[in-house]
């Protein structure tokens, strides 16, 4: 009995052995995956080749190295397994080569250009250079045709005539054909523009800041020393002025330029300066004041009356019409115009004959003229003062009242009908007599 089962037990495992070697000598006639369809592509073979043409080929979907996977499949159904990070393009960049063969794609050219992996990212230039105009760009991961070098192979061009940077590629093959682009220049040879050559000006030496006089203000130029001669400039406040001359008075300034500028509207007086040998003659009609007489009025007096002197004196008179008018007077030159200023003269008439009187009055309890008279400088005013002439008859009214200053005589005249209708000119009646006389 124990023979029997030992037989048994020994066809059965014989059974085992011989069932399991027919299913593995199966396995090996049918192949791995028999059952499961397998795609025929290389499995080197590269899924984002880019044939770097204008076209949109460029629009592939470049992955970050992140984002890569371990395989991908383009348009025409090549897969090659992509790295994870771009430190290993290097390595598979041999690997890629040896399998464009298998994958099916032909250059444009007559010849199939090598590939080569893009190991960074990297523009692309009209020529080998980075001086060149920029044409594109390509990411890492990309692979590319390159189809020759510059000399020294620092720079390889694509398919697209379009170059690229060694640095940003992987290793090229070594045999590409040699592309000299300035000893053999092309209708696609980028434009050279070769700048003029500049001859550098020297810098000016520095000169020493300006330490002479400056416009204190906005500050007139003329032609001449004075007021009276026309404008020909204006200089801005702080603006140097270089000062060569002045006039007999010193109170004009001479420019280098030719123009004159009031000494007063400088912050500095430039020291001891010549009198200017050229200066332009005083303009015809020119005036350095502007007189104004106004509000002239006849009284009837018929008594004595006080009135001041020049010194403020009240003096007793008799007075049988008096005549007033008052005058103002501006300074259009830099030339002081001093105390004492009073009408230089009244002409006195009756319609036939015309005198002359030169004594004016002022009124009772005035103050001495000479101090309220200061016309210093340009464009200064005098204040009103007012002045009589005492001397009229019962037919008599004035004519005229001029001012004389420094040769420029000021006068004003009036008419008969001025004084009756506006001046308060009428007949004071018989003239009584002077206690006095």
Same mark, same amino acid.
């Given at each position: 009995m124990?023979r029997?089962?030992l037989?048994?037990?020994?066809?059965?495992?014989?059974?085992?052995?011989l069932?399991?070697?027919?299913s593995?000598m199966?396995?090996?006639?049918?192949?791995?995956g028999?059952?499961?369809?397998?795609?025929?592509?290389?499995?080197?073979?590269p899924?984002?080749?880019?044939a770097?043409?204008?076209?949109?080929?460029?629009d592939?979907?470049l992955?970050?190295?992140s984002?890569?996977?371990?395989?991908?499949a383009?348009?025409?159904?090549?897969?090659?397994p992509?790295?994870?990070?771009?430190?290993?393009?290097?390595d598979?960049?041999?690997?890629?080569?040896?399998?464009?063969g298998?994958?099916g794609?032909?250059s444009s050219?007559?010849e199939?250009?090598?590939?080569?992996?893009v190991?960074?990212?990297?523009?692309?230039?009209?020529?080998?250079?980075?001086?060149?105009?920029r044409t594109?760009?390509?990411?890492?991961g990309?692979?590319v045709?390159v189809?020759?070098?510059?000399p020294?192979?620092t720079?390889?061009?694509?398919d697209?005539?379009r170059?690229?940077p060694?640095?940003?590629l992987?290793?090229?093959?070594?045999d590409l054909?040699?592309?000299?682009?300035?000893a053999t220049?092309?209708?696609?040879?980028?434009?050279?523009?070769?700048?003029?050559?500049?001859?550098?000006t020297?810098?000016?030496?520095?000169?020493?800041a300006?330490?002479?006089?400056?416009?204190?203000e906005?500050?007139?130029?003329?032609?001449?020393?004075g007021?009276?001669y026309?404008?020909?400039?204006?200089?801005?406040?702080?603006?140097?002025?270089?000062?060569?001359?002045?006039?007999q008075a010193g109170?004009?300034?001479?420019?280098?330029?030719?123009?004159w500028?009031?000494a007063?509207?400088?912050?500095?007086?430039? $020291?001891?300066l010549?009198?200017?040998?050229?200066?332009?003659? #005083?303009p015809a /009609?020119a %005036?350095r004041l @502007?007189v104004?007489? =106004?509000s002239?009025w006849?009284?009837?007096?018929?008594?004595v009356?006080?009135?001041?002197?020049?010194?403020?004196?009240?003096?007793q008179?008799?007075?049988y019409?008096?005549?007033?008018?008052?005058?103002?007077?501006e300074?259009?030159?830099?030339?002081?115009?001093?105390?004492l200023?009073?009408?230089?003269?009244w002409?006195?008439?009756? $319609?036939?004959?015309?005198?002359?009187?030169t004594?004016?009055? #002022?009124a009772? /309890?005035? %103050?001495p003229? @000479?101090?309220?008279? =200061?016309?210093?400088?340009?464009?200064?005013?005098?204040h009103p003062?007012?002045?009589?002439v005492?001397?009229?008859?019962r037919?008599?009214?004035?004519?005229?009242?001029?001012?004389?200053?420094?040769?420029?005589?000021?006068?004003v005249?009036?008419?008969?009908d001025?004084?009756?209708?506006?001046?308060n000119?009428?007949?004071?009646?018989?003239s009584r007599?002077?206690p006095?006389g």
């Amino acid at each position: 009995m124990r023979r029997l089962l030992l037989a048994v037990a020994a066809v059965s495992i014989v059974c085992i052995v011989l069932i399991g070697g027919v299913s593995m000598m199966s396995a090996f006639w049918a192949g791995p995956g028999a059952n499961t369809p397998q795609s025929t592509a290389n499995p080197l073979t590269p899924t984002n080749i880019v044939a770097d043409e204008f076209s949109s080929t460029h629009d592939l979907t470049l992955l970050e190295p992140s984002e890569i996977t371990s395989t991908e499949a383009d348009s025409t159904g090549i897969t090659y397994p992509l790295m994870e990070n771009v430190s290993n393009a290097a390595d598979l960049a041999s690997d890629i080569e040896q399998s464009i063969g298998s994958a099916g794609v032909v250059s444009s050219n007559s010849e199939v250009a090598p590939f080569v992996v893009v190991l960074q990212d990297a523009f692309l230039y009209a020529g080998p250079d980075f001086g060149y105009e920029r044409t594109g760009s390509l990411k890492a991961g990309n692979a590319v045709r390159v189809q020759a070098c510059n000399p020294g192979c620092t720079w390889f061009r694509l398919d697209s005539n379009r170059w690229i940077p060694g640095e940003a590629l992987g290793d090229p093959a070594v045999d590409l054909p040699v592309v000299d682009v300035e000893a053999t220049p092309t209708a696609a040879a980028p434009a050279v523009f070769i700048w003029p050559t500049v001859t550098p000006t020297p810098l000016p030496t520095p000169t020493a800041a300006w330490s002479g006089p400056r416009a204190k203000e906005y500050t007139i130029l003329r032609r001449g020393p004075g007021t009276i001669y026309e404008r020909v400039g204006v200089v801005a406040p702080g603006a140097p002025l270089h000062v060569i001359a002045q006039n007999q008075a010193g109170d004009w300034y001479q420019l280098e330029n030719g123009a004159w500028v009031a000494a007063f509207l400088l912050d500095k007086r430039p $020291g001891e300066l010549p009198v200017a040998v050229h200066i332009p003659p #005083r303009p015809a /009609d020119a %005036r350095r004041l @502007a007189v104004t007489f =106004s509000s002239p009025w006849y009284a009837c007096i018929q008594s004595v009356s006080a009135f001041a002197n020049d010194e403020g004196e009240n003096v007793q008179q008799w007075v049988y019409r008096s005549f007033r008018v008052t005058m103002t007077i501006e300074n259009l030159d830099t030339t002081p115009v001093l105390p004492l200023y009073r009408p230089t003269r009244w002409i006195i008439t009756d $319609g036939v004959v015309d005198s002359v009187e030169t004594v004016s009055w #002022r009124a009772k /309890d005035s %103050r001495p003229a @000479a101090h309220r008279q =200061s016309i210093l400088s340009y464009q200064d005013v005098s204040h009103p003062e007012t002045w009589y002439v005492l001397s009229l008859q019962r037919e008599q009214w004035v004519k005229a009242v001029e001012f004389e200053w420094n040769g420029e005589v000021h006068r004003v005249e009036y008419s008969p009908d001025e004084a009756r209708n506006q001046q308060n000119y009428r007949d004071c009646g018989p003239s009584r007599s002077d206690p006095n006389g």
